[in-house]
């Protein structure tokens, strides 16, 4: 009977998928774990350039380095949009799209710089200003000083007024949100404890506070980028886990069902052929 | 000897931490050892070498540009890269190398000429640190 056989090829394709799905949900529980492991191998060092830049930032005039002032009043909103390269990750992208389009959407005096070819084209798709598009290089954090390099020049020289950047925070391997953080202007940092403070003051620093003021700034902002690229990573991977782990399970379910139907359709074929015999063995008769 | 706490971080790992005696490192104005009861001293440090003395034994490591920050506690490195010498591949030092050298030659612009040199730069670090290491492990 056709409609057995092709209940048949349905689980058999159901069962493919669903092996597929495992194995991929399996590849992206290991990889989330190595995002998260690099995450936080990262942050002895993010800690201790955050402690050298406020220190050093507390003693020197605001005004008197670029990168510490506000900003031009004029100039534009940059956002840096991290999104992923590769999709199978469930609402992570669109959530995050659908952030930025009720953030600042309709503004159109607003640039963009995406780190990843699914926000690529997002932004070309809905029209936005793409400035540039770093999605090429992986693992992203590579392109990390080149992305650096144009945020600091566009702030100096009073193209931006704000730098932003876009990208899902990792809250639990089952819940990310969609978040913006902004980059430039740096903000006052909060007061820590005193005893820190003493420490620094006494300082002996060479060549001078601005030349290293000069070169830790921009290390710093790198290092809050490349935080936030790991922690996309992670989510992107948890994200894949577990629509995948979602995809694997209504595969399951779909197998389960048509099982079912199969079996019913093979009981009946029985019936109809003892009844078939049973008819043919009473007309003999 | 007196000796003090030493830790060199960078962006990816701790590459090092441990009591040693005395740290030479690259600074922006020059090379500057530290040892025990060092003034509370922050300084920019540019791609080179740091020789660390820890039990009369020395160990080179091969770093990228950073900061180090000396305090009554302790000694922290922060930079971009630091390589151990057995981390080193001779082979792909000595390629890289070549590569800069080649790219040095066309006489390139702008950013590619900075590019080659910091390559040019960082294989001859590399090289050296390995070099330092040689004569010790052959009697």
Same mark, same amino acid.
């Given at each position: 009977?056709?409609?057995?056989?092709?209940?048949?090829?349905?689980?058999?394709?159901?069962?493919?998928?669903?092996?597929? #799905?495992?194995?991929?949900?399996?590849?992206?529980?290991?990889?989330?774990?190595?995002?998260?492991?690099?995450?936080?191998?990262?942050? $002895?060092?993010?800690?201790?350039?955050?402690?050298?830049?406020?220190?050093?930032?507390?003693?020197?005039?605001?005004?008197?380095?670029?990168?510490?002032?506000?900003?031009?009043? /004029?100039?534009?909103?940059?956002?840096?949009?991290?999104?992923?390269?590769?999709?199978?990750?469930?609402?992570? +992208?669109?959530?995050? !799209?659908?952030?930025?389009?009720?953030?600042?959407?309709?503004?159109?005096?607003?640039?963009?710089?995406?780190?990843?070819?699914?926000?690529?084209?997002?932004?070309?798709?809905?029209?936005?200003?793409?400035?540039?598009?770093?999605? /090429?290089?992986?693992?992203? #954090?590579?392109?990390?000083?080149?992305?650096?390099?144009?945020?600091?020049?566009?702030?100096?020289?009073?193209?931006?007024?704000?730098?932003?950047?876009?990208?899902?925070? !990792?809250? %639990?391997?089952?819940?990310?949100? $969609?978040?913006?953080?902004?980059?430039? $202007?740096?903000?006052?940092?909060? /007061?820590?404890?005193?005893?820190?403070?003493?420490?620094?003051?006494?300082?002996?620093?060479?060549?001078?506070?601005?030349?290293?003021?000069?070169?830790?700034?921009?290390?710093?902002?790198?290092?809050?980028?490349?935080?936030?690229? !790991? /922690?996309?990573?992670?989510?992107?991977?948890?994200?894949?886990?577990?629509?995948?782990?979602?995809? #694997?399970?209504?595969?399951?379910?779909?197998?389960?069902?048509? %099982?079912?139907?199969? +079996?019913?359709?093979?009981?009946?074929?029985? #019936?109809?052929?003892?009844?078939?015999?049973?008819?043919?063995?009473?007309?003999?008769? | 000897?007196?000796?003090?706490?030493?830790?060199?971080?960078?962006?990816?790992?701790?590459?090092?931490?441990?009591?040693?005696?005395?740290?030479? =490192?690259?600074?922006?104005? *020059?090379?500057? *050892?530290?040892?025990?009861?060092?003034?509370?001293?922050?300084?920019?440090?540019?791609?080179?070498?740091?020789?660390?003395?820890?039990?009369?034994?020395?160990?080179?490591?091969?770093? *990228?540009? *950073?900061?180090?920050?000396?305090?009554?506690?302790? =000694?922290?490195?922060?930079?971009?890269?630091?390589?151990?010498?057995?981390?080193?591949?001779?082979?792909?030092?000595?390629?890289?190398?070549?590569?800069?050298?080649?790219?040095?030659?066309?006489?390139?612009?702008?950013?590619?000429?900075?590019?080659?040199?910091?390559?040019?730069?960082?294989?001859?670090?590399?090289?050296?640190?390995?070099?330092?290491?040689?004569?010790?492990?052959?009697?």
């Amino acid at each position: 009977m056709a409609n057995i056989r092709l209940i048949k090829r349905r689980i058999k394709s159901a069962q493919n998928i669903a092996q597929i #799905t495992r194995a991929m949900e399996m590849v992206a529980a290991s990889k989330m774990k190595k995002a998260q492991d690099q995450a936080i191998l990262g942050k $002895p060092y993010a800690e201790k350039i955050l402690t050298a830049v406020r220190e050093l930032g507390s003693h020197i005039e605001r005004k008197y380095h670029p990168l510490l002032g506000e900003g031009s009043k /004029e100039g534009k909103l940059m956002v840096v949009l991290v999104s992923t390269n590769k999709g199978l990750c469930g609402g992570l +992208n669109t959530n995050l !799209f659908r952030m930025i389009q009720s953030w600042c959407g309709q503004d159109k005096n607003v640039d963009y710089i995406s780190l990843g070819k699914k926000g690529q084209s997002f932004l070309v798709r809905s029209g936005k200003n793409l400035l540039a598009d770093f999605s /090429e290089k992986t693992p992203f #954090t590579e392109s990390v000083p080149a992305l650096t390099q144009i945020l600091v020049d566009g702030f100096i020289s009073g193209t931006y007024r704000e730098i932003y950047i876009a990208y899902n925070t !990792f809250l %639990t391997a089952l819940k990310q949100l $969609p978040t913006k953080k902004a980059i430039l $202007p740096i903000k006052k940092f909060e /007061e820590t404890n005193d005893k820190e403070k003493v420490e620094f003051s006494e300082f002996v620093i060479e060549p001078n506070i601005s030349d290293v003021l000069d070169n830790l700034l921009p290390h710093y902002l790198e290092n809050q980028i490349r935080a936030a690229i !790991f /922690e996309a990573e992670a989510s992107e991977h948890s994200a894949r886990m577990i629509a995948m782990k979602n995809a #694997t399970d209504a595969a399951n379910d779909f197998m389960e069902d048509l %099982t079912l139907a199969f +079996n019913k359709a093979r009981q009946e074929k029985i #019936t109809y052929e003892i009844a078939d015999m049973v008819t043919a063995r009473m007309a003999f008769e | 000897m007196n000796t003090f706490p030493l830790e060199i971080i960078t962006p990816e790992r701790i590459a090092f931490t441990d009591e040693v005696e005395m740290v030479v =490192t690259p600074t922006a104005t *020059g090379i500057v *050892g530290i040892l025990h009861g060092h003034v509370p001293f922050f300084s920019r440090l540019t791609e080179g070498e740091v020789k660390i003395v820890k039990k009369g034994e020395d160990i080179y490591l091969a770093i *990228g540009g *950073g900061f180090i920050e000396v305090t009554p506690q302790k =000694t922290t490195i922060l930079v971009t890269s630091a390589y151990h010498a057995e981390e080193i591949n001779e082979k792909e030092v000595l390629e890289a190398k070549e590569r800069a050298e080649a790219a040095l030659k066309s006489k390139p612009s702008g950013t590619a000429l900075l590019e080659a040199q910091a390559l040019f730069r960082r294989s001859v670090i590399a090289l050296k640190v390995l070099r330092r290491r040689r004569p010790r492990s052959m009697p």
